[in-house]
């Protein structure tokens, strides 16, 4: 989901080996045949992340906020993780809900206090969750859908 | 330019003494493959009309490791002394300014072919080889063996000696230097990596990418291990640690191959390399060293987008680094056991 570079990131990547191939007199050769079949390949995913993976971003800043409030205590790193998943819930990037996730995991990590380690293990959780369901949509659209 | 590239093989070849002046280059070829190092075969015509094949390993500009090629060669040359096979390496160019855009080395051509562990037929040719005569599952474990007890004080000096805790600082390093997102899953990958240092260590050379796809197989026997930049000396346990993860066995998303790598069962494998070592291993020891090979993985996946995104390189296989980052998470959360 939090995976480097947006998705219109990725499709201006792919123009350049489709342009030199189209412009390239010879036949391609092995090296540039393997860039095609690349491209090709990301289309896939490409699909496969925008139509069905990104639509679950609000799962991921929902489980991920609630992991966040799970702290009963009422202590300055409590405070401090409401204010991070007041920010994931207004965040629609992925991306950035990732990097709010790092920040919460920086501050339970410095504390290690058993309120700490709880909520360390229910942003686990939230995460543990987000990525198998990320390599499910993934993987039934490119390898198929498990036989029953 | 293809002609400019086959003189300077030429050139190298004859400096070394492997051909006699006079020799000609009749055909190059760019081949599939390699991150870090970009390979070309290459067809020479002796004087004496003789053919011979070699195979060219080039550091390109904007290299994804920033590994050492002249360092590679002196492994070559070190373990042409010992039993593990490999090609003879014969010459070297060190100057970057070259017509394949980089250093470069010759190594002999061997037969046999890389097997792709994500294609349906490779996977079904190997387990063919389990079933039957077991030929490269023997020469796998047996290979990796006896790089394993190779005597590391007759290996070139310059090799890393690298503790359990250097290779989890390594791979920090790049993976801080390099990441263009932060990734919690990763950052506590690395957390757990500390909190899970093994008691003992295990010290002998490290083959660093050791896995089917770096070897050549012919006639149902290993030919030749090849790949060695990421070598070290260290805790042999990582090679063990990265032949039994799943993205070892072919899997991208979703595991296909039930055998460990692609063409052993992961017991036997285990049980015959603690017999030919004297050094028994459970599978549950090579936990840390399976989630300290995933995060090179990550390190390298994230390098590769790194230097598309910052111009210093074209390669498309680098962009599309970014989507074996899920698979991996996939390994990470259930080795941590989340």
């Known amino acids: 989901m939090w995976n480097p570079l947006s998705p219109s990131e990725v499709i201006a990547a792919m123009g350049g080996p489709v342009r030199d191939a189209a412009r390239g007199e010879e036949p391609l050769d092995d090296w540039e045949s393997g860039q095609l079949l690349s491209v090709y390949s990301a289309t896939r995913h490409l699909a496969a992340e925008v139509g069905a993976v990104e639509p679950h971003i609000g799962e991921l800043t929902g489980d991920l906020a609630a992991a966040l409030r799970s702290s009963t205590d009422e202590t300055e790193l409590a405070a401090r993780l409401s204010q991070l998943a007041e920010l994931l819930e207004g965040v629609d990037d992925s991306r950035q809900a990732a990097e709010i996730a790092c920040q919460a995991l920086d501050l339970v990590r410095v504390d290690g206090s058993t309120s700490a380690e709880h909520v360390r293990a229910e942003i686990h959780v939230a995460l543990a969750r987000a990525v198998e369901l990320e390599v499910r949509l993934l993987a039934d659209a490119i390898e198929g859908p498990v036989e029953p | ?338």
């Open chain 2, 1 to 338: 330019m293809t002609e400019v590239k086959l003189e300077e093989v030429v050139r190298v070849l004859e400096g070394s003494g492997e051909l006699a002046p006079g020799a000609r280059g009749e055909e190059l070829e760019q081949i599939q493959g390699g991150w870090s190092r970009h390979t070309y075969i290459a067809r020479i015509r002796a004087v004496d009309g003789s053919e011979s094949r070699h195979v060219v390993r080039v550091r390109p500009p904007g290299a994804l490791l920033d590994t050492e090629l002249e360092l590679e060669y002196q492994v070559y040359e070190a373990l042409d002394t010992t039993s593990v096979p490999t090609p003879r390496v014969q010459g070297i160019e060190l100057s970057p300014e070259t017509p394949f855009g980089g250093q470069f080395f010759v190594m002999e051509f061997l037969p046999g072919s890389p097997s792709n562990i994500y294609s349906r037929d490779d996977q079904q040719r190997l387990a063919e080889d389990w079933d039957g005569s077991r030929g490269v599952a023997n020469d796998m474990v047996e290979t990796l063996a006896e790089i394993h007890k190779l005597d590391v004080t007759a290996m070139p000096a310059r090799i890393q000696r690298l503790s359990y805790l250097d290779v989890v600082a390594k791979w920090k390093a790049v993976y801080d230097e390099r990441k263009l997102v932060r990734d919690p899953i990763f950052e506590e990958g690395f957390d757990w990596l500390l909190a899970n240092q093994p008691k003992d260590q295990r010290e002998g050379l490290v083959h660093g990418d050791y896995r089917i796809g770096n070897t050549l197989v012919a006639d149902g026997r290993l030919t030749a291990v090849l790949d060695w930049e990421l070598v070290y000396v260290g805790d042999v346990r990582f090679d063990l640690g990265y032949l039994v993860l799943e993205r070892s066995a072919g899997k991208h998303l979703r595991r296909r191959a039930e055998l460990m790598g692609t063409f052993a069962d992961e017991a036997w494998f285990l049980e015959r390399y603690g017999s030919l070592t004297g050094n028994p291993v459970e599978v549950e020891s090579l936990r840390p060293f399976q989630l300290l090979s995933i995060m090179m993985l990550v390190a390298t996946q994230v390098t590769a987008v790194w230097m598309h995104a910052n111009g210093k390189t074209d390669d498309f296989r680098m962009v599309w680094a970014r989507y074996s980052l899920p698979g991996l998470r996939d390994d990470m959360v259930r080795l941590m056991k989340w």
